[in-house]
């Protein structure tokens, strides 16, 4: 599976959206993006996936670029219970989901 | 729908001692997984089953067994604990595709905290 690369860590502000970053320069063609995150001491939460095309749903919204070798993960209006860990993801449907480190977001009132 | 739930929430153990782990999942899923989390990292997988009465070797599968005698239920057993063995352990599970290869949409239990001393 490919690699991901996330920044460590970054801060938004209540209300306003989060643009969280993710490069995957190494992925193929039948690799999905999957986006899941963590709060604090919980299990974790699927989010969104997508493969080549953008996707929303209630949660974010997910864009690919149109090379598919990064992603941005949205958050329209983040809120104090969106501070978590968000981790990107890259496999191919079936594939064991290998979780890195994630971005630590921080929401600010 | 209680989703995946994990027993015990917590848990103390000396060096050599040994434990089960219960995760059990009303979902009907097909695939049910084990991960631990040390601090500060990501989660790694132990071992994994593909349905009832099977189960897989994940990436950090040593010092650990599993059962799936029942589609609801997977266990997760430390024979020795050893101070390496201290994590956060979490259950996941996922339905499968049409291809019969398991859904990425993992769904996980609360985490059992284990420290072995």
């Known amino acids: 599976d490919a690699k991901t690369t996330q920044p460590p860590s970054m801060d938004c502000a209540e209300g306003r959206a989060a643009n969280l970053p993710c490069n995957h320069s190494t992925i193929s063609g039948n690799e999905y993006v999957y986006w899941y995150r963590q709060i604090h001491s919980q299990g974790p939460q699927y989010i969104i996936h997508?493969?080549?095309n953008n996707e929303t749903n209630e949660m974010a919204s997910l864009i690919i670029t149109e090379d598919r070798k990064s992603s941005t993960l949205i958050l329209p209006h983040a809120t104090l219970r969106d501070t978590a860990v968000y981790y990107c993801?890259?496999?191919?449907?079936?594939?064991?989901?290998?979780f890195g480190g994630g971005t630590r977001v921080l929401v600010k009132p | 729908n209680a989703g995946v739930t994990q027993t015990p929430k917590f848990r103390v153990l000396k060096t050599g001692q040994s434990m089960t782990l219960l995760c059990a999942q009303d979902?009907?899923?097909?695939?049910m997984y084990w991960y631990r989390q040390d601090p500060g990292m990501g989660l790694r997988l132990i071992h994994y089953?593909?349905?009832?009465?099977?189960?897989a070797k994940g990436e950090v599968p040593d010092g650990y067994n599993v059962s799936r005698l029942k589609k609801q239920n997977f266990l997760l057993g430390l024979e020795s604990a050893a101070p390496s063995q201290t994590s956060v352990y979490f259950c996941?599970?996922?339905?499968?595709?049409?291809?019969?290869?398991?859904?990425?949409?993992?769904?996980f239990g609360p985490g059992t905290r284990l420290t072995v001393l």
């Open positions: 997508g493969l080549k």
């Open positions: 996941a599970s996922s339905s499968l595709l049409a291809g019969g290869e398991p859904h990425n949409e993992q769904f």
């Open positions: 993801i890259v496999g191919a449907a079936g594939n064991k989901l290998t």
């Open positions: 089953s593909v349905g009832e009465g099977t189960t």
């Open positions: 979902m009907n899923h097909e695939y």
